[in-house]
């Protein structure tokens, strides 16, 4: 008896030593790696280690745990430019050990060209700051030299980005296997509206795509009418909705009025492991914005599109509708526009709309993801 109690005690504190392992089999995720593929269209940024950032980290530790295969990340518009989201993606993948996922370089040029002041001026619109960023520095920034925007990089990567461009390595994955690709398009939707132009069978071949886009019954963010992903470029969004998908999901605006991201949300990630990826966040995200002030939060959106495709038992609010944007100059340039289903005029596309999750399992998720080593 004396020797079996010993043995329980050794058992107990090699147990007590050995750090907790998240029990992942307790969520409901629905795709696999041999299934479920996905190109990431991302304007990342590293100085505001945000919500593509979050979005990237859950990705890149599905891929590795097995349950996508991340195929690739290419660089789009809208928060920064594509330089600087180019550089982003390159530091994350070289920090997180995962210079093996292709990075394709994207486009900031919008279908209908860059908007000068005088545009912008005759019809009343909203000055976007990278786009005149891109009007200002044009061909001489690139992602291994971003010039003037250097100080807001963390410091340039030994990684190199693929030749093709964005939309080119699009249509080369998806044909190469076709019905599993899932576009994430978290930033402006120019990449993936060249993809359409260029490969009028893109859009029937992947899987479907995600948006993080417009604003359906919340006010916009960029305009009183529109949201800047879809801002940016809305005649690329108009493109994308009337392409033939086999499935369109948008999350838009509306869910950054429900999810914010809290000091007890990032730490919650902090504590469930110690990673290159923890240290991510604790480093660009923890310390530069929640350490000194526990009671700031922000809104999300892109941080929950990567989880619901996973797990689309997290959503709490969604429904069908269609959906069509504005593409005519003037106050409502951009905005999404939607209609029950069925009800919606030619040019709108029947998309389901997502606008809240179940805020707490859902991170509680990405702190098991994230700080688990898969
Ligand atoms: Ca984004």
Redesign the pocket.
């Known amino acids: 008896m004396k020797k079996l109690t010993a043995f329980l005690a050794i058992v107990a504190l090699l147990l007590a030593t050995v750090p907790a392992m998240a029990d992942l089999s307790d969520y409901q995720i629905v795709t696999t790696a041999e299934t479920h593929k996905v190109i990431f269209d991302?304007?990342?940024e590293t100085d505001w280690f945000g919500?593509?950032s979050f979005a990237l980290l859950l990705l890149l530790q599905a891929d590795a745990a097995g349950y996508i295969d991340l195929l690739g990340v290419t660089s789009a518009a809208?928060?920064v430019t594509v330089a600087e989201a180019t550089t982003a993606n390159l530091n994350m993948l070289e920090r997180a050990g995962r210079g093996d996922i292709p990075v394709a370089i994207g486009t900031d040029i919008p279908l209908a060209g860059l908007k000068d002041d005088a545009t912008i001026e005759a019809y009343g619109l909203t000055r976007i700051n990278c786009m005149k960023q891109v009007l200002e520095y044009g061909d001489s920034i690139s992602y291994d030299n971003l010039g003037p925007l250097e100080q807001y990089a963390w410091g340039y990567s030994s990684l190199e980005p693929v030749e093709q461009t964005a939309w080119e390595f699009m249509i080369e994955q998806v044909h190469k296997y076709p019905g599993q690709v899932t576009i994430m398009a978290?930033?402006a939707c120019t990449n993936v509206a060249l993809a359409i132009l260029n490969d009028p069978t893109f859009a029937e071949n992947t899987a479907g795509i995600y948006y993080?886009g417009g604003s359906i019954d919340v006010p916009g963010n960029d305009t009183p009418c529109a949201e800047r992903?879809w801002y940016y470029d809305p005649e690329a969004v108009d493109v994308c909705l009337n392409a033939n998908w086999p499935l369109q999901v948008i999350v838009p605006n509306d869910i950054s009025k429900n999810q914010k991201l809290t000091y007890d949300r990032i730490n919650l990630i902090m504590e469930a492991g110690d990673n290159a990826l923890t240290q991510m966040i604790r480093e660009n995200a923890f310390a530069k914005r929640f350490e000194n002030n526990p009671d700031y939060q922000e809104s999300l959106?892109?941080a929950q599109v990567p989880g619901i495709f996973m797990c689309p038992d997290f959503i709490t609010e969604s429904d069908v509708r269609d959906v069509a944007i504005v593409t005519d100059l003037g106050y409502t340039y951009g905005e999404s526009v939607a209609w029950d289903e069925g009800e919606g005029p030619e040019r709108a596309a029947t998309c389901q709309i997502v606008y809240n999750v179940d805020g707490d399992a859902y991170w509680q998720f990405m702190a098991d993801m994230i700080g688990t080593d898969f």
């Open positions: 991302t304007d990342n919500d593509d809208a928060n978290v930033g993080m992903n959106w892109d």
